[in-house]
């Protein structure tokens, strides 16, 4: 790899990347990482002087961006950084340009626990703020996908995931009186799971 390129976006989300290169949210003055892990989506922003915050549930994972944050811009608060549920995000409503969350809302236990994770998340997003999710779903891999219950499905790699489609991508953006800034993309991992990028802006 380009080391100018790995020391500027780091191991980023390509579909993330796709938006930064779009200039997408060359505005935003802050960034909230839902499911940060150890950051690896968050080192374009603490590089170009975003304010960057981080919720995880893994007490370790939120010792590494706070160290990834120190490393990459000093100025950046490390209590932004805080152990956290998606669906109980500790921050105030409409405070956020963009929030991400990158392979977080499948792991929801049934309808009702996404439902919530998602309306957390939605909360403390500005009016005009962008929401960048990425997510397992059945699209595309609809006959090899068996239900479990309660919105849960085995995959063909193995792996149980709480999965949508289309329909309730496209119901929520309505419900949450949001609007698509990009179309709703799907990748298939030759048919063993699908992973969807659902990008939204808050209507004001």
Known sequence: MNKSLEDTFGNIDIYLFDQLLKGRFDQ??????????????????????????????????????????????????????????????????DVFDLVICNAVVHFAKDKDHFDAMLKSIWRVLKPNGFLFIRLASSIGIEDLVKPIGNGRYLLPDGSQRFLVDEKVLLDYTKELKGELFEPIKTTNVQSLRCMTTWCLRKKV
């Open 28 to 93: 935003c003055k802050n960034v909230l990482d839902v499911g940060c892990g150890g950051g690896r989506n968050l080192i374009y922003f603490l590089r170009n002087g975003l304010e960057v915050f981080g919720i995880d549930q893994n007490e370790e994972n939120i010792e590494a961006v706070k160290k990834l944050s120190q490393r990459f811009s000093q100025s950046n608060a490390l209590n932004n950084f805080v152990v956290a549920k998606a669906e109980e995000i500790p921050f105030r409503d």
